[in-house]
Each structure stands twice: as C-alpha cells, then as structure tokens.
C-alpha cells in the first residue's frame, strides 16, 4: 500500500511562488507515473501536471510555461513548483501515482492519492 503526504500550500499573493512536495511512503515510487490535480470550490477536479517514471512530463493547459513538476525517486518524492500564481490558481492540490501513465493524463485516475493541501492566492 502506498500513503502520498503533500505539504507546501499555504497563502501567497499573485505573482508569487510556491513549492508543493509529496513524499511517498509503503513502496519505492520510481516505477510509478504521478501526477498533480487540483479542485476549486464549486469547480471539477483539474489536471495540472503529470511525470513519467522515465521524466517525461505533461501539463494542464492553464498552467504551462509557469508550473514545473519534477521528481527525486531518492527520497520518493514528487514536487511541484508554482511560479507567476493567479488568483483562479486557488485550490486543494492533490499528488496521486499509477502504475500507468496514461491513467493519469487521460482519466484522471490513479491507484492511490494524497489527502490535499489548499494553495490561496490573494489579488
């Protein structure tokens, strides 16, 4: 069984930066694709961004050119670098990981995910 735990959210104003993290624990993650999502109140959860095992990435469309997700299978570990926030970026981020990629990017499922970590962006 895999437990995810991501931690990084927090308040910042527009324009600025965040670093989610999510550290996995129960198995080693290097051969799993994972991914980050987000849900705003009221909205669908969104794809944000989504690695390979290998380091292939993939990125929702109203986050690319300004968020960054990377790995360190070292320490089992998936980040998510938020550059440039906006306000509409405010929402409960969630890390997941699957044994397939495809099941990430193109269902929007994964056999296991985080508990979530609320990012607020302030105008």
């Known amino acids: 069984q895999v437990q995810l735990v991501e931690s990084g959210g927090g308040l910042v104003q527009a324009g600025g930066s965040l670093t989610l993290s999510c550290a996995g624990s129960g198995r080693t993650l290097s051969s799993y694709a994972m991914g980050w999502f987000r849900q705003a109140p009221g909205k669908e959860r969104e794809f944000v961004a989504a690695?390979?095992?290998?380091?292939?990435?993939d990125y929702g469309d109203s986050v690319k050119g300004r968020f960054t997700i990377a790995r360190d299978n070292t320490k089992n570990t998936v980040y998510l670098q938020m550059n440039s926030l906006k306000p509409e970026d405010t929402a409960v981020y969630y890390c997941?990981?699957?044994?397939?990629?495809?099941?990430?990017?193109?269902?929007?499922?994964?056999?296991?995910w985080g508990q979530g970590t609320q990012v607020t962006v302030s105008s």
């Open positions: 690695i390979r095992w290998s380091g292939g990435t």
């Open positions: 997941n990981a699957d044994s397939q990629y495809i099941t990430i990017v193109t269902m929007g499922k994964a056999d296991y």
